[in-house]
């Protein structure tokens, strides 16, 4: 056939919301079904942020919901607004920034000059993850001020910009709102947009290969760069050096640069002094935790985003009993969006205080990765920016391995998603740390002392 009859896609609508409602979004409504024909279902979608959010996330639960509907072997592709599929891999080339190679392909960012893409772990904008979609309250204020004010002026207003804050509280949502306005206004502007650990990789590549040069130019000639997690350059002396070099070049330029980090620049353990002094140079703005309005405000707001239909007595709920973060609001969401369309009952508040208890979203009264970081942090007196860099100096890898455990211990998450929070360790790290404190209490009675001084704390957070 070559075209989809209407009830269909609904059924498929439906599968995806039922199968997979973590990745469903409200414009889901304005895809729009092209045509089925051998197999391949096109699927357009109204911008290339929603096209490569589908790409990302949405390819195996569309798959799956279109041949569990249709009964047949069916791939679906998605196509952007505008591009004409049939015009094949030359039509896609025509915005660096935002094109890509072939139908299927994710944007490469940043492009060189001349608008080739490079193709190294290409990085996405969320469709999410704009100005429109963020919840301005009192403790990101001045951010989200100083960030629509980047994006308005670049190079003029703020120059460096550096967001700082803890784990979750909307400093990537910004840095990426920054650079979709800047898109929409420029489409074709050179953007720079990548993580530290990213930065840090080209380089050592590019070291190892002897090609410094084009990794030089890659990065010299571009008009706006966006790193995030900029604390990981700590004790990486080499690629502060070549960091300090390329700020320059930037700055100069009237280039704009805009940082983020989960600690303050003087913060950052072993990061260059000349280096600390250029990212105060222009507005250093932090970001703190959502105050309960904000937070019920950002409920409201994914719940939206996600075309979920809660009650407010529901919402108020959840902001009241997670407040640690965005990132664990959204995960209350999610659960309770899952268990809604698993059981085919609609989100009550009821339904909130069975799933998330009295707790936070995890699992009953499981306490937030936060609360112990912030636990442990505190007894220790080490800043989480220590936590989560690569310093293995004992009195830093002990705290570290204690957060590890006590996560491991208190809450549901898996070993990737603890290591996640510590520097994007991986699963080995996580389970050797636990061990290491296993076996460090049963040998030593102080230490076992002090775990139990903390994990007492945990249990019973102050008011």
């Known amino acids: 056939m070559s075209t989809l009859d209407p009830s269909m896609w609904r059924e498929i609508l439906t599968y995806v919301r039922r199968q997979h409602s973590e990745i469903c979004r409200q414009w889901f409504e304005e895809l729009e079904p092209l045509r089925l024909e051998r197999g ?14 589908l790409i990302k996330h949405g390819q195996e639960p569309f798959n799956e919901a279109a041949q569990h509907i249709t009964g047949a072997l069916v791939v679906v592709r998605f196509l952007e607004n505008g591009v004409d599929d049939r015009a094949g891999r030359n039509a896609a080339t025509v915005r660096p920034n935002r094109s890509v190679e072939s139908d299927q392909d994710v944007p490469r960012i940043p492009a060189s000059r001349n608008g080739s893409l490079h193709t190294e772990e290409p990085l996405i904008l969320s469709p999410d993850y704009t100005f429109g979609n963020f919840v301005i309250g009192p403790g990101n204020r001045l951010a989200h001020a ?21 784990v979750g509280l909307g400093k990537t949502h910004l840095l990426q709102a920054i ?20 930065f840090v990789n080209h380089f050592l590549e590019s070291v190892s290969h002897g090609d410094m040069h084009q990794f030089r130019h890659r990065y ?38 805009i940082l983020s980090s989960d600690a303050a620049p003087n913060e950052i353990p072993q990061l260059e002094e000349r280096l600390v002094s250029r990212f105060n140079w222009g507005l250093v703005a932090r970001i703190d935790k959502p105050c309960y309005e904000t937070r019920v405000a950002i409920v409201h707001k994914k719940a939206h985003i996600r075309g979920i239909d809660m009650p407010d007595d529901a919402v108020c709920y959840i902001a009241t009993v997670v407040d640690s973060n965005t ?41 937030s990765i936060q609360t112990i970081i912030d636990a442990v942090t505190d007894f220790f007196d080490v800043k989480l920016s220590d936590l989560q860099s690569k310093r293995r100096h004992r009195s830093i890898t ?4 204690v957060c590890m ?24 790290t996580v389970m050797h740390a636990v061990k290491t404190v296993n076996e460090r209490i049963d040998t030593d009675n102080q230490f076992a002392s002090q775990i139990n001084q903390i994990d007492a704390k945990i249990a019973t957070p102050s008011q």
Do not use: W
């Open 327 to 367: 990132r664990e609001l959204e995960g209350a969401i999610t659960k309770l969006q899952s268990i809604a369309m698993l059981n085919q009952i609609p989100i009550t508040l009821d339904l909130a205080q069975r799933a998330l208890g009295n707790g936070t979203a995890g699992n009953g009264s499981q306490p």
């Open 40 to 53: 391949l279902l096109q699927v357009r979608a109204q911008n290339s942020l929603q096209k490569n959010f």
């Open 405 to 428: 455990y006590l996560a491991r211990k208190r809450t549901s998450y898996s070993l990737e998603e603890i290591g996640g929070y510590f520097g994007g360790r991986d699963h080995t």
């Open 179 to 198: 650079c979709e306005r800047m898109l929409e206004r420029q489409p074709n502007a050179r953007i720079g947009y990548l993580s530290c650990d990213t």
């Open 220 to 257: 010299r000639h571009l008009d706006i760069l966006v790193i995030d997690d900029i604390h990981f350059l700590t004790g990486r002396d080499r690629t502060q050096e070549e960091f300090f070099h390329t700020f320059n070049t930037l700055h100069q330029a009237r280039k704009q640069i």
């Open 398 to 401: 002990t705290p570290r391995q």
């Open 146 to 166: 100083a960030c629509t004010a980047v994006a308005d002026q670049p190079g003029r207003a703020y120059n460096p910009l550096f967001i700082h804050g803890g």
